[in-house]
C-alpha cells in the first residue's frame, strides 16, 4: 500500500512539475480572462490567488511558454498599469507650482486617452502624447496644441478603417485640439503565434499521439514513468 501512494506521489510531482510561473502580481478578473484566453487555444494554464495581496499569479505548460507569450502580447495581455488623480494628487502633499501642475493634468489626460484607446477591439498598446500651446514671447508665433497618437494593433483586426473616428476621439477629448493637428500612426504586431494543428485522423490513437508531438512531453517524464510502471509491477510479482 505504501508502495501505490509512493507512486502516485511521484507522478503527480512530475506531472506537476511541468507548470511554469508566467506573470504575477495580476488582478483577478485580468488573470481569469488571460486563463480563459490561453485555454482556448489549447495551452494549460491557472491562477495562483495570494490570499495576502488578493493578486494573482499565472502558471502555464512550461513547453507552451513561447506560444503563450506571443499569444498573450497579440491580444493585449498583461495590461499596461495607468495612474490614477489620487497617484499623481495624492492627500497631504505639499502645493507644486502651476507649470509642475499643469504637466501633471496633461499627463493624466494622456493616461485616461491610452486607457480608452486600449479598450478598442484589437488594440494591442496604445500611447498618446499631447504637446500644449506655447509662446515664449509677444513676438514669437503662437504654436498650437497638437497630439501625437501611436496604436498597434491585432493582425486580426483592421484599424485602418477607423483613424478618422479615433482622430475624432482625441479631438473632443482635448479642449483647444484642431482635427489638423492630431498626427496618427497605427502598426499590425507581427507575433509569432501559431495554433495548434488540426488532426485530421479520426482514430483516438492518432489524435493522442499528435497531441503528445505537438506538446513536446520531455522525455524524461515519459521515462519515468515507464520506469515506475516497471518498479510496480516487479514487487507485484514478487508478492505474488
Known amino acids: 500500500m505504501k508502495l501505490r501512494f509512493s507512486i502516485l506521489a511521484i507522478l503527480l510531482l512530475l506531472l506537476t512539475a511541468c507548470k511554469v510561473e508566467l506573470y ?18 489549447n495551452i494549460d494554464a491557472s491562477n495562483d490567488i495570494d490570499p495576502k495581496t488578493g493578486m494573482a499569479t499565472l502558471m502555464i505548460d512550461e513547453n507552451k511558454f513561447i506560444n503563450a ?11 499596461p498599469k495607468y495612474m490614477s488623480i489620487e497617484d499623481l494628487f495624492p492627500s497631504g502633499q505639499l502645493v507644486t507650482s502651476p507649470a509642475q501642475e499643469d ?18 477591439e484589437g488594440v494591442i498598446s496604445a500611447r498618446v502624447s ?29 484599424l485602418t478603417t477607423q483613424e478618422n473616428q479615433i482622430k475624432s476621439l482625441i479631438q473632443n477629448a ?36 499528435a497531441k503528445i508531438e505537438y506538446n513536446k512531453v520531455p ?8 520506469l515506475l ?12
Open 24 to 41: 504575477r502580481d495580476l488582478p483577478q478578473d485580468e488573470a481569469n480572462h488571460m486563463v480563459a484566453l490561453l485555454r482556448l487555444n
Open 103 to 120: 504637466a501633471k493634468i496633461s499627463y493624466l489626460k494622456e493616461q485616461q486617452l491610452e486607457r480608452t484607446l486600449s479598450n478598442l
Open 69 to 79: 507569450v506571443a499569444l498573450l502580447r497579440q491580444n493585449g495581455f498583461p495590461k
Open 130 to 158: 499631447i504637446a500644449e500651446s506655447t509662446q515664449s514671447d509677444e513676438f514669437q508665433v503662437k504654436e498650437e496644441k497638437s497630439a501625437s497618437v501611436y496604436i498597434k494593433y491585432s493582425p486580426q483586426a483592421n
Open 174 to 209: 482635448v479642449p483647444g485640439l484642431s482635427y489638423d493637428r492630431i498626427t496618427l500612426f497605427i502598426q499590425a504586431a507581427n507575433y509569432g503565434y501559431q495554433s495548434a494543428p488540426p488532426v485530421k485522423n479520426d482514430n483516438e490513437w492518432a489524435k493522442l499521439i
Open 219 to 226: 522525455i524524461v517524464i515519459g521515462l519515468g514513468m515507464l
Open 229 to 240: 510502471l516497471c518498479m510496480f509491477g516487479f514487487f507485484w510479482l514478487r508478492r505474488k
